[in-house]
């Protein structure tokens, strides 16, 4: 017999003679002539409840069926009188794996904290169960958004000779002891100095420039040693990158996007965001919708600065024109002055990298960040430097390796348009939709300072 998953079994449209479902114990109940389990295979928030009269095959087990164990169910899919529309009368139960007292999820109610010391059985819970499917269906939407608008999705490297963001937050490759003496990178793996990418952003715009829309949606790694709710050292990322395109349809698509996003959210009917809402974040519908229903505030950088100077607000970094913005004024444009998302545009040169096209005023970069309520940064995102002479000027003032970057320089040398892309942070995407404060509770395995558990 086929198995039924417990979300398909709670949305039948009637009642089933013989039906099969295997699931994972979640509480049991004894009385004298029978027993009540709910019984949950992660498919839904919701367990489904079996009814197992004691002398049906597989009863003789029915005191090993504890909190944690693993079960199979044959019955009936009846009417409920309960709060469910459906449970199941069983007529064969078999216990398939025991839970001893040791399973640490008996009760229910634990800490976030405490549930990331066991990282491995903490999507057995309603929360993080919620947390991991909600990550597949918003996937599923960003997918959705860019091929429908014709992107390509392009695989970029996972291991890089680059320093996208010229920042050195790298992880090395390398295949070479490091305790050992008499290293060279001529007896590396690649004979060369080799890191996990920061971003394929440098390689999406070399297929922008080939195929015209592209995304990238992968995983990039960042060894910054800022241990904040937000910052985690193996973190995906989603980069669209655009030929033909300039900082104002680079802001269009990346509002159109978050409210993609958001309207996906909203639009969820499986009890997940509904969980969310009455128990992570009250406030997170009401958000969404405004998301959703309100275009956002286009500001450039130095009217940012000058509406924090005549805010009056007490910033523990006071802002001056050429500081890179910090989370607390992010948080004081998105969350207090604008109440809504906020688009920052054309920073400081000095502050960005190589990359960013120079504007007119000689003094600022076509840069963009996406700062939204609860999150501050979402998306960062630029028009590119498309003329040669400046982009190698950008390199030369850096003091990068300008021979690495020939290919780069090529796109310019050859047939050079203007172009736009921006990164969207995916796990700060999941916390925005979901309420969720820590990253560390959206990622499956989350990779921090000092933290490599698993
Ligand atoms: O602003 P960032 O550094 O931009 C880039 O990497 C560009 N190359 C993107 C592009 O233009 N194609 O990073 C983009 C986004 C941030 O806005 C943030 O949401 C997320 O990536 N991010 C992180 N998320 C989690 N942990 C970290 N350590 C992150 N660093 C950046
Ligand atoms: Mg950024």
Redesign the pocket.
Known sequence: MNRTLVKHALASDAEQDSILVEGWVRTRRDSKAFSFLEVNDGTSLASIQVIADAGIPGYEDIGKMTTGSSVSVEGRLVSSPGKQKWEIQATAIKLVGTSPESYPLQKKGHSPEFLRTIAHLRPRTNLFGAIFRTRSRIARAVHRFFMERDFIWVHTPIITASD??GAGEMFHVTTLDPLAENKSYEKDFFGKPASLT??G?LE?ETFACALSNIYTFGPTF?A?NSNTT????E?W?I?P?VAFCDIYGDMDLAEAFIRHIADTMLADESGDFDFFCKFVDKGLRARLEEVSNKPFVRCSYTEAIDIMLASGEKFEYPPYWGMDLQSEHERFLTERHFKCPVIVYNYPKEIKPFYMRLNDDGKTVTAM?VLVPGIG??????QREERLDVLEGNIARLGMDAEAYYWYNDLRRYGTVPHA?????F??LIMFVTGVQN?RDVLPYPRTPRNCEF
């Open positions: 996208c963001e920061v971003s952003q999406g960042r910054e937000r910052h985690a050292a973190f990322m980069e990158e960040d940064e979402i998306i960062g995102g630029s892309g921006f990164g969207v942070g796990e700060r990253i």
